[in-house]
């Protein structure tokens, strides 16, 4: 069966600091791979995502990069974080447009 | 414009119905839907429904689409405490595998 990890599940960091998440996925191949930020109160923010291997997608301008160094890793860095990047962070996989996507448990990071 | 928008909260009497509403923009969205995220959790996928079907009914779940007005709800049937959650419904856009999310709602049940 499919399963998705991502760790570690919360994160506090300094101001200034550098930062990666990382995303794993087992029991699938060559998956679409997502990385979403969730602000306090807030919706959903679509940050990456991946169709392949060191294929990666920015959808808004920001202080983050995605790496995919591997078919089913997907890594979220920030080489000095902000204040702003605060927030729950959650990656995503899909194969088949029918079945959405499946998350992980998410990284609630919080940038002091 | 790839708005998706729901109400913010929705307060119900356990036992009640709980009806959840969304409006998408792009119309040619092929699939709509609808995730739950219990706190400090994840989203899990509940249900998801074409956009050639009216409705779609699984056990206390009901989801309607209204195509002409772009225009998904997701209805709880006697509701329950464990319901208590943010709801989010999705579209996803024609020929991609993107998904936009609406903003969730917060349902909150009391006995």
């Known amino acids: 069966s499919q399963t998705i990890h991502q760790w570690p599940a919360t994160l506090v960091q300094p101001v200034g600091s550098p930062l990666s998440l990382e995303c794993t996925v087992e029991?699938?191949?060559?998956?679409?791979l997502y990385w979403y930020r969730q602000a306090a109160g807030r919706g959903l923010q679509l940050l990456f995502y991946s169709v392949g291997i060191g294929q990666i997608s920015s959808e808004v301008p920001q202080n983050l990069s995605a790496s995919r160094p591997q078919d089913r890793q997907f890594i979220l860095s920030s080489k000095k974080l902000l204040l702003s990047d605060s927030g729950f962070y959650l990656c995503?996989?899909?194969?088949?447009?029918?079945?959405?996507?499946?998350f992980g448990s998410g990284t609630r990071l919080t940038v002091v | 414009g790839e708005d998706v928008e729901q109400s913010l909260f929705l307060s119900v009497r356990e036992g009640d119905s709980s009806v959840i509403n969304c409006t998408y923009t792009?119309?040619?969205?092929?699939?709509l839907y609808w995730y739950k995220q219990e706190p400090g959790a994840g989203l899990q996928l509940l249900t998801y429904?074409?956009?050639?079907?009216d409705m779609k009914q699984d056990q206390r779940l009901t989801v309607l689409l209204n195509k002409k007005d772009k225009h998904l709800s997701l209805r709880i049937a006697d509701t329950q405490t464990g319901d208590s959650a943010i709801y989010f419904c999705?579209?996803?856009?024609?020929?991609?595998?993107?998904?936009?999310f609406g903003t969730g709602t917060r349902l909150q049940v009391f006995p």
């Open positions: 999705a579209e996803g856009l024609y020929n991609t595998d993107k998904l936009i």
């Open positions: 429904i074409f956009s050639n079907m």
């Open positions: 995503a996989w899909s194969v088949r447009r029918a079945y959405g996507y499946t």
């Open positions: 792009d119309s040619s969205s092929t699939y």
């Open positions: 029991g699938t191949s060559n998956p679409n």
